[in-house]
């Protein structure tokens, strides 16, 4: 095995860290908003820290942006326009890049969508969670099902390139038919992509410290089959354990994370993965945005990833993938071939859990519904197996 310094696809994430309120089940990086938002200050800290990682940039395309949050939308289009502008004089982007910014329905006045466009951002990610009054109170959301749907049909009516759509299930109280309400409502305009996600109760929540009525566990794994096999039905195909498109719209900027690519990540609290030729790093910004933009060493910590780090965690990510991973991808990321980890497993392949071809390894059904433990066990095991692939 060799040290693994291919330099992999280059992303640029940035972090804006504000919300208008805080919700319950989340355990992002975000903070209520303080009154105005220092806007200008921190698109100024965000490209001060672009120029200064010039170094990472240099000789590399960056494929995709993903403008996260947080509330980005929450930012005027002129400063979205500003940080893109910046982006795009410090690094070489793609002749296609994907630029996605994530919103909030319950911030985007008529008129908002295009000017996003217009700052540059082709594609947009719209947190819709659900259209069913009783479930956005309970998921404390800003907006109501009728701004939701509004947001949805001037998304569909912009002119992006793309869009995203996040519906969330396995809400308090839900049933099997509201949920397919739910995926039946945002379908009406079409998105080219959906994001499905089980509700999970985080710890440090606030749903964690008092926790909702949630569903049985049999309606919730119903759930999951009425909602997968509409958005499958419907013609999306789902690619990743929660990501589904329709042909030619899946997610550049994901997918370059679940490949184990690298991302460079600026803004309060953002989280890097970088290539260089000793091996893998992971710097992680200032959380506290007052301290990101007063600072000019904006990095609170950086952790360099041993070889089993980088092992676990390309298969924490790739295995997310329906097309799992082939030998060559886990070549170019880890040093590893698929026969020297053959040990690590043969267990969860006996156990109908992963499909083993010859030059690729992905999970079946069975294997994405029980990922979780798959990994566990592969944490468990990884040291020894990979020392003997040594
Ligand atoms: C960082 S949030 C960004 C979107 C934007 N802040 C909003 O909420 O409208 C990304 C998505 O993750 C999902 N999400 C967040 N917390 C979750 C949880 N505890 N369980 C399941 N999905 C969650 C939601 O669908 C959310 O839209
Ligand atoms: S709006 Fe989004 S990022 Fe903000 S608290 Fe709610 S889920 Fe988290």
Request: hydrophobic residues 40%; charged residues 20%; contains cysteine.
């Amino acid at each position: 095995m060799t040290t693994a310094h291919q330099e992999p696809p280059l992303s640029l994430y940035i972090h804006i860290p504000w919300c208008v309120a805080k919700c319950p089940y989340c355990d992002f990086h975000s903070l209520p908003r303080p009154g105005p938002l220092p806007e200008v200050p921190y698109v100024r800290a965000v490209l001060d820290d672009l120029a200064r990682n010039h170094g990472i940039l240099e000789g590399r395309t960056v494929e995709s942006i993903f403008l996260g949050g947080g509330t980005p939308s929450l930012f005027s289009a002129a400063a979205i326009a500003e940080i893109l502008e910046g982006a795009g004089r410090c690094a070489t982007l793609a002749r296609d890049c994907e630029i996605t910014l994530e919103a909030n329905p319950g911030t985007l006045e008529s008129g908002r969508f295009r000017a996003f466009r217009e700052a540059g951002v082709t594609r947009l990610s719209l947190g819709v969670q659900s259209l069913h009054d009783p479930a956005l109170r309970a998921l404390g959301r800003i907006h109501d099902a009728r701004t939701a749907q509004s947001a949805l049909e001037a998304a569909a009516a912009a002119g992006f390139r793309s869009f995203n759509v996040d519906l969330m299930y396995g809400l308090p109280e839900q049933t099997v038919a509201q949920a397919l309400a739910d995926v039946h409502g945002v379908l009406s305009v079409q998105p080219p992509h959906l994001s499905l996600y089980e509700l999970t109760v985080e710890a440090h929540t606030a749903f964690a410290h008092k926790p909702p009525p949630l569903p049985a566990e049999d309606t919730r794994l119903a759930i999951e089959d009425a909602v997968t096999e509409a958005a499958g039905l419907a013609g999306y195909e789902r690619y990743e354990v929660s990501a589904y498109a329709r042909p030619g719209h899946r997610c550049v900027h994901n997918l370059n994370y679940w490949r184990f690519g690298d991302y460079l990540g600026l803004g309060s609290g953002a989280h890097s993965k970088l290539t260089d030729p000793a091996g893998v790093s992971r710097p992680v910004r200032m959380a506290d945005p007052a301290r990101y933009m007063a600072d000019e060493d904006r990095v609170a910590t950086c952790r360099r990833l041993s070889e089993n780090d980088i092992l676990f965690e390309f298969l924490l990510n790739a295995l997310r993938l329906t097309e799992g991973f082939s030998e060559d991808l886990l070549r170019a990321r880890t040093g590893h071939d698929l026969a020297s980890l053959d040990g690590l497993w043969a267990q969860a392949v006996k156990q109908g859990l992963l499909q083993r071809e010859p030059d690729r390894i992905r999970t079946t059904p069975l294997g994405r519904r029980f990922l979780d433990s798959l990994l566990a066990d592969f944490l468990t095991n990884i040291d020894t197996v990979s020392a003997k692939a040594s």
